[in-house]
């Protein structure tokens, strides 16, 4: 192939595009260099994601440069997924933004676009931290600009770009202890090189690099995919086998009749798009239903394509992903049917129907990772429940909907993780509801905020006062490690569990359930805590919680104890102690 000298509108597109499959393959690498060695690192899973979103959005774009940089731009603001995809945003919207207004697209201007690239990504972390992806894309920018500065050729700017770039990731471990310690790079700025070999391949033909581990599922997900996990006749999102994607031509005005149609039949539904043309998303079990349903209606499908998310690895996340549920009763009124039976129906429909939701001054939106979470959000009078959390980080898109949806004009957001507190923050730009986030970084958290909320207060008294009631929980949550690693627990081996605790890190290693609940809980009933909340998980056993409850009273008799049936996976337990 020619090399290209140029990196115009055809050239984006393909890196873009490269980018989004060359991160999909090596997803489970990029995951596995999470700091801490949890089962549930999700940063190549979120960056895949937001590309997966970016991909969507171009393929409903015109083709020309400034369509082209509009549609990436769009695309990553409204797909990004966690705190990783939110960077992969910004520096995905800083290139553009400088390419969009080119007369020219060599080195000189890509070299820009890389700078405005590394500003952008700066300027979305509040505090910006060394030894991440940040550094890497500067450390790239800044080699790029140099290079393009001596009059290098773009295919040369950009070897030099990676060269340097590769350099600064592989320093990441110098400058980041914490990655030292576990004898990982930066999985940040693992990603961002992908962006490089993508474009590397596009302008010079360059071999993309091989994934270095196996990324197939692990029996445990295979065995997740097949077990039904809904016990009241409605299909969970893990069941549902078929992505269908189109482009449709259908008129505006029928638009919310086919989007209706789409809610009875599946989930992850995302239609994007206007006057007139619109790309569209469903995960469904039935693949004529989803074709035909705009057809019946007047719309014309083009571009069909279905892929089965039971045997396409690469979209093993997206068979996890459930989109939104919402209650869509109100959990303080007597309908005649339980706060579960009401869960239940909602998560079926997977629709919002705003009509439904009792009108209140200030709604509250919370991410949950499991059933018994979102029936107990709902309980304490949450109306909209996106589910997620760990590598399941809901969208920007997907937290708008809920917002919108809400039957308020004032919306707190409950994350309850931390890689989903900067995708929160991002709603209230993007709305005309007024928007709190109080940045709860757990689902303990998240309850003991719904203690202090009001329903009939402002959005600004709620942030407010959820906000202190969440501060007053010490969180803690045990797990299973895959991998051997140090910490200040002491060395960790592939199979241990392992207690952590928000901003402390790993606190406590057992070769049993019982030592690590133990040793954990231990650090986390200080002196003055008087209660203890247990939000069990998918693994959780009732005896072992019985035993666990009783320990609690013989060693800490002054702590009363709450059990709650969470769900959530790889957890087997949540703490949360006040």
């Not at 590309?51 to 959005?57: G, K, N, T």
């Not at 581990?213 to 065995?223: F, I, K, R, T, V």
């Not at 189109?246 to 638009?255: A, P, Q, S, Y």
């Not at 209230?428 to 958290?445: G, Y």
Request: glycine share 10%.
């Amino acid at each position: 192939m020619a090399i290209l000298e140029e990196f115009g509108a055809d050239a984006l597109r393909h890196t873009v595009i490269t980018f989004r499959d060359t991160m999909k393959k090596h997803a489970g690498g990029i995951n596995r260099l999470n700091v801490y060695p949890v089962p549930d690192g999700d940063t190549g899973t979120n960056m895949s994601r937001t590309l997966d979103a970016v991909v969507a959005e171009l393929e409903g774009a015109s083709t020309d440069l400034d369509k082209t940089c509009e549609a990436i731009s769009h695309g990553s603001l409204m797909g990004a997924r966690g705190n990783s995809g939110v960077i992969l945003s910004q520096i995905l919207r800083g290139m553009v933004s400088t390419l969009k207004t080119a007369k020219t697209t060599g080195a000189p201007r890509v070299a820009e676009a890389l700078k405005a690239a590394s500003a952008a990504a700066y300027e979305a972390v509040l505090k910006p931290i060394e030894g991440t992806i940040l550094t890497v894309v500067r450390e790239t920018a800044d080699a790029a600009t140099r290079a393009a500065n001596d009059g290098a050729t773009l295919a040369a700017m950009l070897r030099v770009a990676r060269a340097a770039g590769q350099k600064a990731l592989d320093n990441t471990p110098e400058q980041l202890p914490v990655l030292k310690d576990a004898g990982v790079v930066d999985a940040g700025g693992a990603g961002f090189m992908l962006l490089l070999d993508s474009a590397l391949h596009v302008v010079d033909g360059v071999a993309l690099p091989e994934p270095i581990y196996d990324d197939g599922p692990s029996a445990e997900q295979l065995e997740k995919v097949a077990l039904r996990q809904a016990t009241d006749g409605t299909v969970d999102v893990s069941e549902l086998r078929y992505e269908v994607m189109f482009l449709l031509d259908l008129e505006d005005t029928k638009l919310k009749k086919f989007k209706n149609a789409w809610g009875e039949i599946g989930d992850s539904i995302v239609v994007v798009g206007g006057d007139g043309i619109y790309n569209c998303h469903i995960h469904t079990n039935d693949i004529g239903a989803a074709i035909e349903a705009p057809i019946a209606i007047g719309g014309v499908p083009s571009k069909i394509r279905v892929t089965d998310l039971f045997e396409e690895v690469a979209e093993e996340h997206a068979m996890r992903e459930a989109g939104i549920a919402a209650p869509s009763s109100d959990p303080g009124a007597d309908h005649g049917q339980s706060a579960a039976e009401s869960h239940g129906k909602s998560h079926g429909a997977r629709h919002w129907s705003q009509s439904a939701l009792p009108p209140v001054t200030c709604a509250v939106v919370a991410v949950a990772s499991g059933d018994g979470l979102a029936e107990l959000f709902g309980q304490m009078g949450v109306h909209g429940v996106v589910t997620g959390g760990q590598t399941m980080n809901p969208s920007t898109q997907e937290l708008l909907d809920a917002v919108e949806h809400m039957n308020a004009t004032q919306v707190v957001i409950l994350p309850n993780n931390k890689n989903i507190i900067p995708v929160a923050n991002k709603i209230d730009e993007l709305t005309k509801k007024d928007v709190r986030v109080v940045p709860t970084c757990s689902m303990p958290e998240a309850l003991a905020a719904l203690v202090a909320y009001d329903p009939e207060a402002s959005a600004e008294h709620n942030g407010s006062q959820m906000s202190r009631a969440a501060s007053s929980v010490a969180t803690g949550e045990v797990t299973a490690a895959i991998r051997d690693t140090n910490s200040d627990a002491g060395q960790i081996h592939a199979g241990d569990f392992i207690g952590l605790v928000r901003g402390d890190g790993v606190v406590a290693v057992g070769k049993t359930l019982e030592s690590a609940c133990h040793d954990l809980l231990a650090k986390l009933i200080t002196p003055g805590r008087e209660l203890l909340t247990i939000i069990t998980g998918e693994q959780a056993e009732a005896k072992f919680t019985a035993d666990l409850v009783a320990h609690v009273n013989a060693v800490h008799p002054q702590v009363s104890c709450e059990v709650h049936f969470g769900g959530q996976p790889l957890y087997p337990y949540l703490f949360g102690v006040e």
